[in-house]
């Protein structure tokens, strides 16, 4: 018997089914695949993967959560060609990012504070240098700093200073409060001689009260000031602020001036230790900006700026100013002074400033001032862009910060050394605070400190007020063009501004501490460049 075989009416229906069949199945992958995706990360191509830490760059932890956190949800569920078009943007934001961090090339620039070989020991002393120190911390630590080359210069034994405690602060704190007397003296053995205080029997003597000359030299300080010995043991100096020139002196001196600010003059161990606690809180939110935010009662009234503000506070202002004696200048012009540039940033302004240059809104901002005029009032606008805008007061504990809150030397201490150690400063005003920090930046390695040209910036400002500008790209790129210079590059020390005379000529000069170039600061292979260190 013969088998049958499929008849053409049977094989046509097998091969519709097979057909069929197949095309469900292939219907069903592709639905699984675009409406059911798997939640799966893929493993990302090296490409995708971070660089290496570059010099400058601490961690980039911080770096890394950020840029995830950008990045959109759905990057891992594309397909294979758009997944290639997101690397190339990934890639470029990475290296946006990395810009906003970077610090400036030290170009070659090293530390050179060490004396010449023929630098000798203090020699015989010829009496004592009492110091009556005045205004803010910084400027007591630069006026400090300053009297110690001074009693090189005449040959006199430091009494440990006096610090200022009738100044608008009120700080009742005595040296060894706020810095290390122990180490500032041993520091300093071999360049002068310093007592802590003034030996009993000369307490009664007549003392010569002098009053230096702002931004002397050394003649003044050779023949007037060291002929008082022949008439006097003691010399008490009034003031300590200014009165040492910033060029033109010996380069010893000047190096002497560095081994002082830098390194002898450090800040006392219970400050130290919570100010580092602090740079540790801020570092576990990742790359962070510390901003001097000088928009204090004081400093609005002495600069008399009073642009955002009400007229009972302007009004304020004016009065505090007028009943300040010490403050000698009493009739301002707000307007004028803003315009000038004179003025302190305004919250609002430091918050579209950050902003234009192209900080994320999730950037750890530290705030490093006292007490803000207008309070939260005026933080606003600054805390809707960015966020996490913290304090000592907010990242330190009431118990942690109660030995310091009466003392506003000491809580200033804390700003700085926040400040110094962040990865990006930024000053609203280019106070003796800013100026201290910069150069402390400078000299530890040319650390990235954004300078706000603020009469630039406010021309900006008001064009956006006034409608003729949008915050946008044109306007990014224009504060990113005026500040792509400002950033802490090794630069010379700025002389006078030409066409100034007398105390205006050296009050326009940039101030010694704001930058130590060249005279603690030279090129690796130069003369002068040593392997001397001094580290914070």
């Known amino acids: 018997m013969k088998r049958r075989g499929l008849t053409p009416s049977v094989l046509t229906v097998f091969r519709q089914w097979l057909t069929f069949a197949i095309a469900l199945i292939c219907l069903g992958s592709l639905f699984s695949v675009h409406v059911f995706p798997s939640s799966r990360v893929p493993v990302f191509p090296d490409a995708f993967k971070l660089l290496k830490p570059e010099n400058g760059f601490r961690s980039w932890k911080g770096e890394l959560r950020w840029v995830q956190e950008q990045s959109p949800p759905q990057l891992s569920k594309v397909p294979s060609s758009p997944m290639m078009i997101k690397k190339a943007d990934n890639l470029n934001e990475i290296s946006d990012f990395k810009q906003l961090w970077k610090a400036p090339s030290s170009r070659d620039f090293v530390q050179c504070v060490s004396p010449n070989p023929s630098y000798s020991s203090p020699g015989e002393s010829r009496g004592y240098l009492v110091v009556y120190t005045n205004g803010g911390l910084n400027q007591m630590r630069a006026g400090i700093c300053d009297m110690v080359a001074v009693a090189r210069i005449i040959n006199a034994t430091l009494v440990i200073p006096k610090l200022d405690k009738r100044s608008f602060w009120q700080d009742s704190s005595k040296f060894s409060d706020v810095f290390d007397e122990d180490h500032f003296i041993s520091a300093l053995a071999n360049d002068v001689r310093i007592v802590k205080k003034l030996p009993k029997q000369l307490k009664a003597e007549t003392k010569a009260l002098k009053h230096f000359i702002s931004w002397s030299g050394m003649d003044y300080y050779q023949d007037e000031i060291s002929h008082l010995w022949d008439d006097y043991k003691v010399i008490q100096a009034a003031k300590s602020d200014s009165r040492l020139a910033n060029n033109n002196l010996p380069l010893d001196i000047q190096r002497l001036r560095c081994r002082a600010f830098y390194g002898a003059l450090r800040f006392a161990p219970h400050i130290e230790s919570l100010g580092k606690l602090l740079v540790e809180r801020m570092r576990s939110h990742g790359l962070y900006i510390a901003l001097h935010l000088r928009y204090e009662k004081d400093m609005l009234a002495f600069t008399g700026c009073t642009y ?23 009739d301002i012009d707000s307007k004028e002074q803003r315009n000038k540039g004179y003025c302190p940033l305004t919250p609002k302004e430091v918050g579209m400033f950050l902003s234009a240059l192209g900080y994320p809104s999730n950037t750890p901002i530290y705030i490093a001032s006292g007490e803000i005029y207008g309070g939260d009032s005026q933080m606003a606008e600054l805390k809707s862009r960015f966020p996490l805008l913290m304090s000592k007061e907010t990242i330190a504990s009431v118990s942690e910060l109660e030995p310091f809150v009466h003392h506003a030397s000491q809580m ?49 400002f008001d064009e956006v007020k006034e409608g003729k500008l949008v915050e946008g790209k044109r306007f990014s790129d224009m504060v990113m063009e005026i500040h792509r210079r400002r950033q802490g590059s090794p630069r010379k020390r700025k002389g006078p501004i030409s066409g100034t005379k007398g105390k205006e000529r050296f009050r326009s000069e940039e101030a010694f501490y704001e930058n130590p170039i060249p005279d603690c600061l030279c090129r690796i292979g130069t003369l002068g460049a040593t392997n001397s260190v001094v580290t914070m």
Do not use: C
């Not at 804390?414 to 910069?438: C, H, K, Q, T």
């Open 308 to 330: 955002g503000l009400s007229t009972i506070e302007a009004n304020e202002l004016t009065s505090m100013r007028e009943n300040t004696s010490y403050w000698k200048v009493k």
């Open 412 to 460: 200033a201490a804390l700003d700085y050394i926040v400040s110094v150690e962040s990865d990006v400063f930024v000053p609203s005003y280019s106070g003796n605070m800013a100026r201290a920090v910069a150069g402390h930046r400078r000299f530890l390695g040319h650390r990235k400190t954004i300078s706000p040209d603020r009469k630039a910036l406010v021309q900006l």
